[in-house]
């Protein structure tokens, strides 16, 4: 007898089973899970906190060398805040194939820029000075577009052995930034390396550690956010919280095209920042690659040109409004690796959070209410959690290979250099500064020389990895 046709027949897929459905669920990749708004907004906050400091520093000290007043260096950083949220929302979301590489990636104005802008800026009269940097940041955004794809193509050349070390390199010399961050931020205030700003950045760093110890579940996994907010509470009876920018922060400040004079393109300016660009692509190509591995979806040729679009799209529109080279924010990545929350939508919210930030200078400016220790505090978290990716990543590389240990111990130490001798390049031409002095891309460079020497040139060796398809 026929069952009834109100009833499923037995192994209908009409209707899924409980088993099915679970399925269904944890088939997506974290990566493109969209979390609970109860989990998604904090997770989104933790980000901020992590990137502010980073995001408005750039705009502040160039500002202030330009001689701006506080109106035109809060329109700096507006500008800034605004540009890191549309290239943060374009690498998250993306054009499915065209651009953005749909990681948990945060883009903003990246402080490897600062010295040769500042160079720019005095070799320039008053009123040509941030003209003549706009105009090399947008050759440089087009000279990044039209070599970003070439980067995709070398990813055969960056094996586990060698992201392991570029990984390691960027938790390692970014350390000075938390350590700094710790003392006062300030160098030039009168309570720099302070006992009480050093015991609240240990306070900050023992709350994160004991709920990182006890806490459980998603509370656990915002231990960095309960840090920073226990921090700042903490700080408030001292004094330590300054809410001069808040009360002088104006509610709104959209920026306007070219608020600063019409770019002007100098041959020497030009040449200076696409060297800077090609390390600021050296390092977001490290940060993808390091993201890939943190959030299990490796970041493949086509996600690396993809994101480099993005890099240089943001850098050559940012100027337009007052923004300056744009790249990864490695801060971020330590972010996800600490709390293990992959889902590129939480970096969204994120971004969608610094373009409200941008718009609206008064709400920024509750966001840099948290104390410099305390971002100290949180800080040595952070990026120690990227240099231990690092050393997981290497940890399976084939270091009983001797070549294999050869190589990331030169490597490591030629990063190393410039934390450790900060004079050690001053002798040489100023582009080989550029290249040499920031700790990445020399190990990056060092590490994939010695990959090309050991494992491509005659025999090949452990450690090398298939040609990859580029878009």
Not at 109 to 129: F, H, M, R
Not at 405 to 419: D, E, N, R, S, Y
Request: charged share 10%.
């Amino acid at each position: 007898m026929a069952q009834p046709a109100t009833e499923p027949a037995k192994g209908s897929s009409s209707t899924p089973s409980p088993e099915h459905t679970e399925d269904a669920v944890t088939s997506v990749h974290p990566v493109d899970e969209k979390l609970h708004p109860s989990r998604l907004v904090p997770a989104a906050l933790q980000h901020i906190a992590a990137m502010y400091a980073g995001v408005v520093t750039p705009p502040l000290i160039i500002g202030q060398a330009c001689g701006l007043d506080i109106e035109g260096r809060t329109r700096l950083i507006a500008a800034s805040l605004l540009i890191a949220g549309v290239a943060t929302l374009l690498q998250t979301l993306g054009v499915k194939g065209f651009v953005g590489n749909r990681l948990p990636f945060v883009n903003a104005a990246s402080s490897a820029g600062i010295a040769p802008i500042l160079a720019i800026v005095e070799t320039n009269a008053k009123g040509s000075q941030l003209p003549a940097v706009y105009g090399a940041v947008m050759v440089a955004g087009v000279f990044c577009l039209a070599v970003g794809p070439f980067f995709g193509r070398l990813l055969r050349f960056f094996p586990p052995l060698v992201t392991g070390v570029v990984i390691t390199l960027i938790g390692v010399t970014l350390m000075p930034v938390p350590v700094g961050w710790a003392q006062g931020g300030d160098k030039t205030a009168a309570d720099f390396g302070s006992m009480r700003n050093l015991a609240l950045a240990a306070f900050t760093l023992a709350v994160i550690l004991v709920i990182q110890r006890f806490g459980k579940g998603f509370v656990k996994q915002v231990a960095l956010l309960f840090g920073l907010l226990i921090g700042t509470l903490a700080a408030i009876p001292f004094g330590m919280a300054d809410f001069g920018a808040l009360r002088s922060a104006p509610v709104a400040a959209l920026p306007t095209p070219f608020a600063f004079g019409a770019p002007e393109f100098q041959p020497a300016a030009i040449l200076s920042l696409c060297i800077v660009m090609l390390v600021l692509m050296t390092e977001s190509s490290a940060g993808m690659l390091a993201l890939g591995e943190i959030c299990d979806r490796r970041a493949d040729a086509r996600v690396i040109t993809r994101g480099l679009r993005t890099d240089g799209l943001a850098t050559l529109v940012g100027p337009v409004f007052g923004g300056f080279p744009t790249s990864a924010f490695a801060q971020n990545v330590g972010v996800v690796s600490l709390t293990r929350v992959r889902s590129r939508y939480v970096v969204a919210v994120a971004g969608a959070t610094l373009l409200v930030l941008g718009a609206f200078p008064v709400l920024g400016a509750v966001v840099s209410l948290v104390p410099m220790p305390v971002l100290g505090g949180a800080g040595i978290v952070l990026f120690g959690s990227i240099a231990v990716s690092g050393i997981r990543t290497l940890s399976e590389a084939g270091l009983d290979d001797s070549s294999n240990i050869i190589l990331v111990a030169v490597a490591l130490g030629a990063g190393i250099i410039p934390l450790a001798a900060p004079t050690f390049y001053a002798e040489f031409p100023a582009w080989a500064q550029t290249v040499l002095g920031s700790g990445i891309s020399a190990g990056a460079i060092v590490a994939v020389a010695l990959n090309l020497f050991f494992h491509h040139l005659g025999t090949r060796s452990r450690g090398t990895v298939p040609a990859l398809k580029s878009s």
